[in-house]
Every structure is written in structure tokens, then in C-alpha cells.
């Protein structure tokens, strides 16, 4: 396999965003990272709801879903869970509908 092929196959970062977001407790932020191979299939994501005013652990990370290690899985307030395999669009969208709970507490 020559190196240009090889360049080729790699995942390649199509979004990196991090945005703030209003809560009842103060406000947070909402950081999302998404990989793509070659053919444009989610190979790899990242989303996380930061906010140090509902949980300090896990540097902030009240919520989040990542693919590391390979592995899907969800963080809740320090906790770590296997989930499920599934599309990125419906793992996004559990992940907004989360949050939009979340950021209505005063605490966990």
C-alpha cells in the first residue's frame, strides 16, 4: 500500500465544535467532534456537556458519548456505561435530548 493510500483511509476530522450553552445552574459548554472515513460513514465522535456548576468530576464532563477505544460508550456524571452500536444521527440526538434536561437542574 503506497503512503498516499495509506493518507487516504485515515478518519478524517469533518467537525470539531465547542459552543456555549445557558443552564439554570450557570452556564456550560457543548463540545462535539466527529470523524468520517472515505466514504463519509461516522467512524468516530465525541460529544460531551461541560458544566462545572452541575458536576466538578471528570473535568466538568456532565454527559458525554465517545467512541474511544472503539468502544461506544456514555459518561454520565463520572460514571462510564457500554451503550449500544448505533448511527451517529441517533446517538446526536439522545445526546441533545439529554442535555436539554440537564440544563434545566440547579444540581444532579
Not at 466514504?39 to 458544566?51: C, I, Q, S
Not at 466538568?60 to 459518561?75: C, N, Q, S
Request: contains cysteine.
Amino acid at each position: 500500500m503506497t503512503a498516499a493510500r495509506k493518507r487516504e483511509s485515515k478518519p478524517r476530522k469533518v467537525t470539531d465544535e465547542i459552543a456555549a450553552i445557558r443552564c439554570v445552574a450557570g452556564d456550560g459548554l457543548i463540545r462535539e467532534e466527529v470523524w468520517k472515513n472515505r466514504t463519509g460513514k461516522v467512524v468516530r465522535y465525541n460529544l460531551a456537556f461541560v458544566n462545572f456548576h452541575l458536576f466538578a468530576g471528570d473535568h466538568g464532563r456532565v454527559l458525554g458519548y465517545d467512541t474511544a477505544h472503539g468502544i461506544p460508550h456514555r459518561h454520565f456524571a463520572g460514571a462510564v456505561e457500554q451503550i449500544e452500536a448505533a448511527e451517529y444521527r441517533e446517538i446526536l440526538a439522545r445526546f441533545i435530548a439529554e442535555v436539554d434536561e440537564l440544563r434545566t437542574r440547579r444540581k444532579l
